[in-house]
């Protein structure tokens, strides 16, 4: 049995999370964009297939100008890639589904468990591998910490206790599956770069991929394109599609090269907190002490998974090779 990757150097770990957190910062402003399209008609599953489109033609263009040879995945990776671009479009549609059928911070709330999802997949299969091998390290206390902070952030900021007083179960049920599908698109894009694919070809393969499912799911010829004669609709689909689907999503894959999927899941949470704040600003929803302390919250848990020793890689990879 190989033995657990090294830790990745504390500079390149730091970076690697200022990526994810610039990531979140990129979400949380695309949900402020998204909802002008949304209070002019264009439904939100609708938008989730727009933005993986708008993520594809920019890319593809890049590539063709520049690399060419990135569109050439390494052999063996379609199964990943494809599950990967399964990820990008559930854990949208899920969560758009969650956000319609509840209150929008019990949504936020529950997709953020992913970390805790990701810690304890990663203490399972520590478990069962340090019984035939003492190479790999499972998650410590620290990092149990920082997860537990920045969710009870997400919660404070999100005001998610407000909503829980009026749950429905297929809204739980789609909350729950986008927390599943984040987790499972953080662990498949760090098992797609083991596999030495670049994060530009993951992600065009991965588009390819999510649009393939929403040409099944939401055929693409009842999409309302009517409703891009408004120059308002216009801009917050290529909005969204570069500055909340291109731009983060290629730091973040980038980002798990060097942490573990657990840590780039931590420093994702601050998504909440930024969403809060662009609302702030450009929407003029003031915020409230409770949602100022549950942003430092945040702040404070990503801060505090930095000074957790790594968890290995290893620990929570996808097998993909015997």
């Not at 693409?220 to 983060?248: N, Q, R």
Request: glycine share 10%.
């Amino acid at each position: 049995m190989p033995a657990a990757a090294p830790a990745p150097p504390r500079g390149a770990a730091v970076g690697a999370a200022l990526r994810v957190v610039v990531a979140g910062a990129c979400w949380g402003l695309s949900a402020i964009i998204a909802k002008i399209a949304f209070d002019r008609g264009v439904p939100p599953t609708r938008m989730a297939e727009a933005r993986v489109v708008v993520a594809l033609v920019v890319l593809a263009l890049i590539l063709l100008s520049a690399r060419r040879d990135l569109f050439r995945p390494p052999p063996g990776t379609f199964p990943i890639l494809a599950s990967f671009g399964l990820c990008i479009a559930l854990v949208n549609g899920s969560y758009y589904v969650a956000i319609d059928r509840l209150a929008v911070g019990v949504a936020i709330s529950l997709q953020y468990t992913a970390p805790v999802l990701l810690l304890v997949l990663a203490a399972l299969t520590g478990i069962r591998r340090n019984s035939a091998q003492k190479a790999s390290r499972p998650p410590g206390r620290l990092a149990w910490t920082a997860a537990a902070v920045t969710l009870a952030g997400a919660v404070l900021v999100s005001q998610a206790y407000r909503g829980f007083g009026r749950l429905d179960g297929g809204g739980l049920v789609a909350a729950a599956g986008s927390s599943l599908f984040f987790a499972g698109y953080l662990l498949t894009a760090e098992a797609a770069g083991r596999k030495g694919a670049d994060p530009a070809t993951v992600l065009v393969w991965g588009f390819m991929f999510a649009i393939l499912f929403w040409s099944f799911a939401a055929p693409w010829w009842s999409w309302p394109v009517g409703k891009l004669a408004d120059v308002h609709v216009a801009l917050a689909v290529l909005g969204v599609g570069i500055v909340g689907t291109l731009i983060p999503f290629f730091l973040a894959v980038g980002a798990v090269r060097v942490l573990s999927p657990a840590m780039a899941g931590i420093a994702a949470t601050v998504e909440p907190p930024f969403a809060a704040g662009f609302a702030w600003i450009f929407l003029g929803q003031h915020l409230s002490l409770v949602q100022i302390l549950g942003g430092v919250l945040v702040l404070a848990g990503v801060a505090l998974s930095q000074r957790a020793p790594a968890v290995s890689k290893r620990t929570i990879a996808i097998e993909v090779a015997p």
